[in-house]
């Protein structure tokens, strides 16, 4: 909730400057879904879906937490994909922290994606069914297609940094 709140939505310098970093992030984002889908046998839905209501649907947000949340969502988050996401990362935080969960051994299905809003707020899904990022498209594929064991990039501010110094041209997609 903490991150969810220092993100500024509607960074156009952010998602310029960012573009690139923002695109593998949202590579990585799929990569890790597709990997949590695999395990609960499909996703309910495709490409963001309720990781946590998937795996323990009795699990609950702190009401207080879910009133600052809902509130947060109303007064600063437009889209609907990005308030779905902020919900589903929050739920997924509180099932993580919960005493005695024991999840698969997979990484954190929303850090890509908390990362990538940190670096310039909610991306665009364009007619063609892709992530738009200033004109570097990540297409969404089917969730099987997305399966890897590599992750896309690693997630450390260097690594991304040097992804958006070298630009378009550090991305390239098998």
Same mark, same amino acid.
């Given at each position: 909730m903490e991150r969810l709140v220092d993100i500024n939505w509607v960074s156009m310098e952010g998602r310029n400057a960012h573009a690139t970093s923002r695109a593998w992030l949202m590579v990585e984002y799929l990569r890790r879904a597709a990997l949590w889908a695999e395990v609960l046998g499909g996703p309910p839905r495709w490409p963001y879906f309720d990781v946590a209501g998937a795996l323990a649907p009795d699990v609950r947000v702190d009401p207080e937490v879910a009133e600052r949340l809902e509130k947060y969502i109303?007064?600063? #988050?437009?889209? #609907?994909? $990005?308030?779905? #996401?902020?919900?589903? $990362?929050? @739920?997924? $935080? !509180?099932? @993580?922290? !919960?005493?005695g969960v024991q999840l698969p051994d997979l990484p954190d299905p929303f850090e890509p994606l908390i990362l990538m809003y940190e670096r310039g707020g909610e991306v665009i899904i364009d007619d063609s069914r892709a992530f738009n990022f200033a004109n570097i498209r990540v297409q969404i594929n089917l969730w099987r297609e997305h399966l890897s064991a590599e992750p896309a990039t690693a997630l450390d501010p260097d690594t991304l940094d040097a992804l958006d110094r070298e630009g378009r041209a550090s991305f390239h997609r098998g």
């Open positions: 109303e007064e600063h #988050v437009d889209g #609907v994909s $990005a308030e779905f #996401v902020c919900r589903a $990362a929050v @739920r997924w $935080a !509180t099932l @993580r922290d !919960t005493p």
